[in-house]
């Protein structure tokens, strides 16, 4: 029990003298911190000083005027004044700072930068750390030169079938009501290693295209024909969707901006024509037609998911030209539409493609 006494009573006189030489340690930093805020001022003082003795040392040699003079010393005079206002609330702000704190006080005791991978807070008795944290960050690593960019590619436009034998103005399908959709991904790499104006685009797309019948028709699969017939009630809608997953390739052409810096190298073509062209090749996700009718006095809505003898490989040829993100887009199904159709049915569509 004496010996737990005197090791508590040794304890104790180490935290007391430990704290008292703390706050003898701030104090005499405050102290310092008042003589150096008397010493600037006292230097701003005589800076001025030199100032405007160098000023009338110039009239008196005519180099200037008195007005001119007059403006000088006042120019110099509120610059001195500012300074001496600046650097005062620094070290009053600093006085404050170890008052409030008695010298106990958070300080950073490694530097943050963009090449640092850490930072490190800590709290500083003495002088000395007494608890630090440590908070590290992934450095981030920029490439010299980067050759390969990426893009969302979204699509939207007007779709449509060339059939064989007929013109595109007789089409049997809506030419405002049939649209397509397109969404993916692609990656645009640099062919030449010092010049960017050809490029090698590449990726995945979902491609959704929509035909819809005019007149009061739907299609129906006979054997292996799939052929538009009249359907028996008044439609209010009819439309035909193919779903599509293609992997289009494109090589693209046109100008390009060269940055250069110590780290960096990069071709921009930020507001610059492009123009591409390739093709693109995948297999169909499915083919389904809506339907929306009256029969006898109640809405029907049907959904019908079929084969319709539609082509399982997809492939055709695509293009696009336009400035920036914002191109006119051109896509061509070289597959027809229906297998072993006794009339060949392309699809084509025609729309505005966005690189986002």
Do not use: C
Not at 203 to 228: A, C, H, M
Not at 310 to 322: F, N
């Amino acid at each position: 029990m004496k010996t737990i006494t005197f090791y508590s009573a040794v304890l104790f006189l180490f935290l007391v003298s430990h704290i008292a030489f703390g706050q003898e340690d701030y104090q005499k930093k405050i102290e310092a911190l008042k003589i150096e805020k008397q010493r600037i001022i006292e230097q701003e003082k005589d800076a001025l000083k030199f100032e405007v003795r160098d000023i009338n040392q110039r009239l008196e040699d005519g180099d200037i005027s008195e007005s001119e003079a007059k403006t000088l010393k006042e120019e110099v005079a509120k610059r001195r004044a500012l300074n001496i206002e600046n650097r005062v609330a620094i070290i009053e702000n600093k006085i404050a700072w170890l008052e409030r704190n008695e010298g106990e006080v958070l300080m950073l005791t490694e530097s943050d930068t963009l090449e640092g991978d850490r930072m490190r807070v800590g709290l500083l008795i003495d002088g000395k750390p007494a608890i630090t944290f440590n908070s590290k960050r992934w450095k981030k690593e920029i490439k010299y030169d980067r050759r390969t960019y990426s893009d969302f590619v979204m699509a939207i436009g007007l779709n449509n079938a060339l059939i064989e034998g007929q013109s595109l103005n007789d089409s049997p399908y809506k030419i405002g009501g049939s649209r397509f959709f397109e969404m993916g991904w692609q990656w645009r790499t640099r062919v030449f290693k010092n010049s960017n104006w050809l490029r090698f685009n590449y990726g995945f797309s979902f491609q959704f295209n929509g035909l819809k019948p005019d007149g009061n028709r739907i299609f129906v699969q006979e054997g292996d024909q799939t052929v538009l017939e009249e359907f028996e009630y008044d439609l209010d809608k009819s439309k035909f969707r193919m779903d599509n997953l293609v992997f289009p390739v494109h090589f693209e052409v046109g100008p390009s901006r060269f940055k250069k810096s110590e780290r960096t190298i990069r071709y921009s073509i930020r507001d610059q024509f492009r123009l591409g062209f390739g093709g693109y090749g995948g297999f169909s996700l499915g083919t389904r037609q809506k339907l929306k009718y009256n029969r006898e006095g109640e809405n029907v809505k049907d959904k019908l998911k079929r084969d319709y003898n539609s082509s399982d490989l997809i492939y055709g040829v695509s293009g696009y030209m336009g400035f920036d993100g914002v191109l006119l887009y051109l896509k061509y199904d070289l597959n027809p539409i229906f297998k072993d159709a006794d009339i060949k049915q392309n699809n084509i569509s025609l729309g505005l493609r966005f690189d986002i």
